[in-house]
């Protein structure tokens, strides 16, 4: 029986991934391999890793390259944290090679649900769940109509793409901006609503938005570990500021746990909620991969990339995974900061 786990390209946590697997394999003292791809030179990734190969720039390409790396290194589990869709739409094509897949999904329907955050929100409330009332805007003139009815009560009004990432796109309405504050503060992001309706009346198209009302806080970033719709083990982040605290208890705990579970979601993904003015927590959005501070998470003893591993690999049983994440856990605050490290050849490259 093999033991190799290969990381695929990934969206912004690859490495950190890497290293909690690596370092959950060494201390399980099993001959557990980690491989690691990336279609572009990402050595600061792929160092990090058992071996590394390059993925074929062409979607086309893609298939036989990983049906030939699987039977060439007697891969056992693949986990791709990008091109999701592309994935699962194929996962009975590759996971005939004798590995198993991993894409954050268990079907093509969740993967579009969790990127239309409107779709998403009326799926979350069919299903009971709390979730910021979300409304779809496609042209000017309905912006311009809904800021004047104030849809929500007297909530600030935000919006962002129905299809976004990054957090790109998302303003808060804001009557007594200066003209320019978009401009001198956009970190701030609060725009006076004239300004932005005058930019997007002069926009070609208009991408569709949602229209939302704006939630005061705190911000709650969940990490799970889902099999096929039954959470294992998540941590939550509160925000606070420039700080995040690990929980592991709560209420946006457990609503980001019930909403990886209405997703149907299968291995790492991140749910992210906000409470409202009376202090509620609504659901934000998923993300059906691994969110980018999924790293932090270890800072709680919680080994999220680790657990996953060990369970894709069969050294765990689910209820061990369960067990575990309780027994490790341990409250902790974190500070991102920016790192540096020295960007070298590679030396464990598959060629
Ligand atoms: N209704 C809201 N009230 C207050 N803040 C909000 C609201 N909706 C979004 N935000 C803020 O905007 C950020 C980005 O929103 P969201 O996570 O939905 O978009 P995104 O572009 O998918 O972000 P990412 O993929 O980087 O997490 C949130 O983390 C939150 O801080
Ligand atoms: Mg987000």
Redesign the pocket.
């Known amino acids: 029986m093999t033991m190799n786990i290969w990381l695929m390209e990934g969206l912004s946590s690859q490495r950190d991934i890497i290293q909690g697997i690596s370092a959950a394999a060494e201390a399980s003292q099993q001959p557990i391999s980690v491989f690691a791809s990336h279609r572009h030179q990402r050595n600061e990734i792929l160092s990090q890793a058992d071996f590394a190969l390059i993925e074929p720039a062409e979607d086309e390409r893609r298939l036989a390259f990983i049906i030939s790396t699987v039977e060439q290194h007697g891969i056992r589990a693949i986990h791709t944290g990008r091109n999701a869709r592309w994935f699962e739409s194929r996962r009975a094509e590759i996971e005939t090679s004798g590995a198993s897949l991993t894409t954050g999904a268990t079907r093509v329907e969740m993967l579009d649900l969790a990127d239309d ?1 409107v779709s998403f929100a009326e799926s979350m409330a069919q299903h009971g769940l709390p979730v ?1 009332p979300s409304m779809r805007i496609d042209s000017t003139s309905q912006l311009r109509q809904l800021l004047l009815d104030s849809p929500f009560g007297d909530a600030p009004l ?1 919006v ?1 793409p129905v299809t ?5 796109g ?1 303003w808060r309405f804001d009557e007594s901006a200066s003209p320019m504050a978009a401009f001198t503060h956009p970190d701030s992001r609060r725009v006076h609503p004239h300004f932005y309706l005058q930019a997007l009346d002069a926009a070609d198209r208009v991408e569709p938005l949602v229209l ?4 005061p806080g705190p ?1 709650y970033s969940i990490d799970l570990l889902v099999e096929k719709g039954s959470v294992l083990a998540a941590v939550a982040r509160r925000k606070d500021g420039a700080l995040q605290h690990l929980e592991n208890s709560g209420e946006a705990y457990e609503l980001g746990r019930a909403c990886a579970e209405a997703m149907e979601a299968d291995g790492l993904v991140n749910v ?1 909620t ?1 409470h409202d003015a009376s202090g509620k927590p609504l659901l ?2 998923i ?1 059906m991969r691994p969110s980018g501070g999924i790293g932090y998470t270890r800072f709680s003893g919680v080994n999220l990339p680790g657990l996953f591993a060990m369970r894709r690999l069969g050294l765990m049983t689910a209820q061990q995974v369960r067990d575990r994440a309780i027994r490790d856990f341990s409250p902790a605050t974190v500070r991102s900061i920016t790192d540096v490290v020295r960007y070298q050849p590679l030396t464990n490259l598959i060629p």
């Open positions: 955050k910021v935000c962002k976004g990432i990054y957090g790109m998302f939302m009302p704006w939630l911000e992210q906000r934000l959005e993300n």
